[in-house]
C-alpha cells in the first residue's frame, strides 16, 4: 500500500504558466514533506521542502502547500521555464524508533514544460 | 569532487559474477544511504549506515552485501544477482542529528542491467 501517492505520472504546461504537482499521503505521523526534482541520468535533487506545523513555504518559483487535514500536498513553480522539465518527486519523513527518520516516496510525476 | 559520487555510471553483469558498486560522499555528512530505483516503482530503500553502523536493511536478499568502511564511502557488493535486480541505484548522504528532516543528498547512480 503506497502512504505517499502521485496520482498524475505525466503533466505538460506552457512556458511562463504555473505547473502545479500534487501528492497525496495517507499516514497522519508523516510530519515533514520533501520534494525533489531529478533530470535523466542525475540522482534527486533536493528542491523544498514543508514542516507539517506550516501550511504554506516558499522559495523562489517553488512554492509548496500543505492541507494537513486533507492530507494533501502540491507544489507550486510559477513563472514555469523550460529548464523545470525534470520528474518531481514527493516525499513524506516520519520518526521511528527513537531518533530515527525514514523517507517515503512517491512515484513522481515528469513535468515538461514547453516553450 | 563535490557532492555525492557513485561508479561505475554504467554496469551490465551476468548473473554469476561478482561486482561493487561505490559511493562516496564529500558533504561531511554522518549517514549514507542505499535505494534502488526500478521502473514504475517508488524509491526503494535497501540500506541505511548512521556513523558507519548498518541501522537498517529492509528485507534485502544476501545477494547484495553492504560495506561502510568509513562515513564517507559506501560500496555495495554484488554477487548471483538476477535479472528482476536491473534497476538504477542511487546513493545518498544525509546529516542525521534531533533537528535534522531527513534532507537527502544523492548520487547519480549506478544503472545496473543483469543478463
Known amino acids: 500500500d503506497q502512504q505517499v501517492k502521485q496520482n498524475s505520472p505525466s503533466l505538460s504546461v506552457q512556458e511562463g504558466r504555473i505547473s502545479i504537482l500534487n501528492c497525496d499521503y495517507t499516514?497522519?505521523?508523516?510530519?515533514?514533506f520533501l520534494w525533489y526534482k531529478k533530470y535523466p541520468a542525475e540522482g534527486p535533487t533536493f528542491l523544498i521542502s514543508i514542516s507539517s506545523i506550516k501550511d504554506k513555504n516558499e522559495d523562489g518559483r517553488f512554492t509548496v502547500f500543505l492541507n494537513k487535514s486533507a492530507k494533501h500536498l502540491s507544489l507550486h513553480i510559477v513563472p514555469s521555464q523550460p529548464g523545470d522539465s525534470a520528474v518531481y518527486f514527493c516525499?513524506?519523513?516520519?520518526?521511528?524508533?527513537?531518533?530515527?527518520?525514514?523517507?517515503?516516496w512517491g512515484l513522481g510525476t515528469s513535468l515538461a514544460v514547453n516553450p | 569532487e563535490t557532492g555525492v559520487t557513485q561508479t561505475p555510471r554504467h554496469l551490465v553483469m551476468g548473473m554469476t559474477n561478482k561486482k561493487s558498486l561505490k559511493c562516496e560522499q564529500h558533504l561531511g555528512h554522518n549517514a549514507m544511504y542505499w535505494y534502488k530505483q526500478s521502473a514504475k516503482k517508488p524509491l526503494e530503500l535497501m540500506f541505511v549506515?548512521?556513523?558507519?553502523?548498518?541501522?537498517e536493511n529492509n528485507s534485502v536478499p544476501s545477494r547484495f552485501s553492504p560495506e561502510c568502511p568509513n562515513s564517507s564511502h559506501l560500496f555495495l557488493h554484488l554477487h548471483t544477482l538476477q535479472p528482476e535486480d536491473s534497476a538504477l541505484y542511487l546513493c545518498a548522504s544525509s546529516q542525521r542529528d534531533r533537528t535534522n528532516y531527513n534532507e537527502q543528498f544523492f548520487g547519480p547512480g549506478t544503472r545496473l542491467t543483469v543478463l
Open positions: 549506515y548512521n556513523f558507519k553502523e548498518q541501522t
Open positions: 499516514n497522519s505521523m508523516f510530519d515533514y
Open positions: 516525499a513524506a519523513s516520519a520518526r521511528y524508533a527513537g531518533n530515527n527518520r525514514k523517507l517515503i
